[in-house]
């Protein structure tokens, strides 16, 4: 069977969640995702490093409860079974096929988390919608229903018996729904690099540090709008590496949105495609160092086609440990913006100083 090597789980059912013309959250962003795989010749050069696609199964309404509450569970199922509807927002828009398609998302992460615990794969990227992180244990909020990445984060603690399991995000808008799941207790570090977020969602400020048994284990890193690759690796080369070097997870679970990127039209941020397999190359250096390589990736936003069909097999490439040149024109440096990221993130480290050695 050789080496364990990097999983791909996907389904085409992830297409059958409808949102309606013009919605950012289409199925196109997958359709884009998987062409850009297939396009590159990264499958044919895969072989020998083992990169698998994977189907999934959908998480049962135990697994979902691990995060949300029955009565939410069954308002959207309910929705759904009338031919869907706007769930809780205008952005949250759910078809028929919607509970179905979000319970199989979830069980994408789970089948994921699975599959490397258990030694079958090294790594895996779980290529689902509809996103997660925003979605709370009673309510939507920007396109997620079901919070995937946080219920495979309490799957490894209360099913798989894990005590310290790290979720990073570096979708441009702060998880939320994540961040609520886990804030007082520390068996899940939430770290979140994200744009400012008092327009949307309104939760991810710096002094959001936990409560309780959580105290210190919930790291928000604020970036202004215009923030380039400069001030974006400096975050993770001085706060998040250190941090999550101190917690030493068993376990990291990446919330990978690419609504970063400087053409996206949901985010405000200005990151360049360099970025992003940059990111991946240090993450996964760190899981060899503290958790035997375990790592997954799951999708969260991200709303450019073409860098969706550019981004996802650097990332892809990187976890399976092949070389691969991605092409992108960088941004110009937003001089202003980089001088006031670096005032927000003397301020992150100030803050969470009271808990770990920065």
Same mark, same amino acid.
């Given at each position: ?12 059912r992830?297409?059958?969640h ?14 884009? *995702?998987?062409?850009?795989? $297939?396009? %590159? ?15 999934? &199964?959908?998480?049962?309404? $135990?697994a979902?409860? #691990?995060?949300?509450?029955?009565? +939410? ?15 809780? %927002?205008? &952005?949250?828009v ?19 988390? &699975?599959?490397? /615990?258990?030694g ?17 244990p ?14 495979a ?12 399991v790290? @979720? #990073?995000?570096?979708? !441009? ?10 804030y ?5 570090? +939430?770290?979140?690099l994200?744009?400012d977020p ?9 002094? $959001?540090?936990g ?10 890193i ?12 400096? !975050? ?7 941090v ?17 990127? +400087?053409?996206?039209?949901? *985010?405000?941020?200005?990151?360049? *495609? ?7 190359? @240090?993450?996964?250096? #760190?899981? &060899? ?6 790592l997954?990736?799951? #999708? ?8 969706l069909?550019?981004? @996802?097999?650097?990332?892809v !490439? ?5 070389? +691969?040149r ?5 941004p ?7 001088? /006031?990221?670096?005032?927000?993130? $003397? ?5 969470q100083?009271?808990?770990? %050695?920065?």
């Amino acid at each position: 069977m050789g080496e364990p090597g990097t999983a791909i789980i996907f389904s085409p059912r992830y297409l059958d969640h409808k949102t309606g013309f013009g919605h950012p959250e289409s199925p196109r962003r997958l359709e884009a *995702a998987v062409e850009g795989l $297939e396009r %590159s010749s990264l499958l044919r050069r895969g072989r020998e490093a083992r990169i698998v696609w994977v189907e999934p &199964e959908p998480a049962d309404l $135990e697994a979902l409860r #691990l995060v949300h509450e029955s009565e +939410y569970i069954n308002l959207v199922k309910d929705i759904c079974s009338r031919g869907g509807g706007l769930l809780g %927002s205008d &952005e949250t828009v759910l078809s028929s096929e919607s509970f179905e398609v979000a319970s199989l998302a979830v069980g994408g992460a789970l089948k994921a988390v &699975e599959e490397v /615990m258990d030694g079958v794969f090294k790594n895996s990227f779980a290529l689902v919608r509809p996103p997660g992180h925003h979605a709370g244990p009673d309510y939507s909020l920007g396109f997620c229903i079901f919070n995937n990445v946080a219920v495979a984060a309490a799957h490894l603690v209360e099913r798989r018996g894990l005590s310290r399991v790290l @979720v #990073l995000d570096i979708d !441009a808008h702060h998880g939320n729904g994540t961040q609520e799941a886990f804030y007082s207790t520390k068996s899940v570090l +939430y770290i979140s690099l994200h744009q400012d977020p008092w327009e949307f969602p309104g939760t991810g400020f710096i002094d $959001e540090v936990g409560v309780g048994d959580g105290l210190g284990y919930n790291v928000n890193i604020v970036l202004p709008f215009g923030c380039g690759d400069p001030s974006y690796w400096r !975050a993770m080369r001085d706060i998040v590496v250190p941090v999550a070097q101190q917690y030493k997870p068993q376990f990291i679970l990446v919330s990978a949105g690419f609504d970063g990127y +400087y053409r996206d039209s949901v *985010a405000d941020l200005s990151l360049s *495609a360099f970025i992003y397999p940059r990111v991946f190359r @240090v993450l996964l250096e #760190l899981a &060899e160092r503290v958790c035997g390589g375990r790592l997954v990736a799951v #999708l969260e936003g991200g709303y450019s086609l073409g860098f969706l069909r550019k981004v @996802v097999p650097s990332v892809v !490439a990187e976890m399976a440990g092949i070389f +691969y040149r991605v092409s992108d024109r960088r941004p110009k440096l937003n001089l202003a913006a980089e001088i /006031m990221a670096e005032k927000m993130l $003397e301020d992150v480290r100030r803050i969470q100083s009271r808990f770990w %050695s920065l």
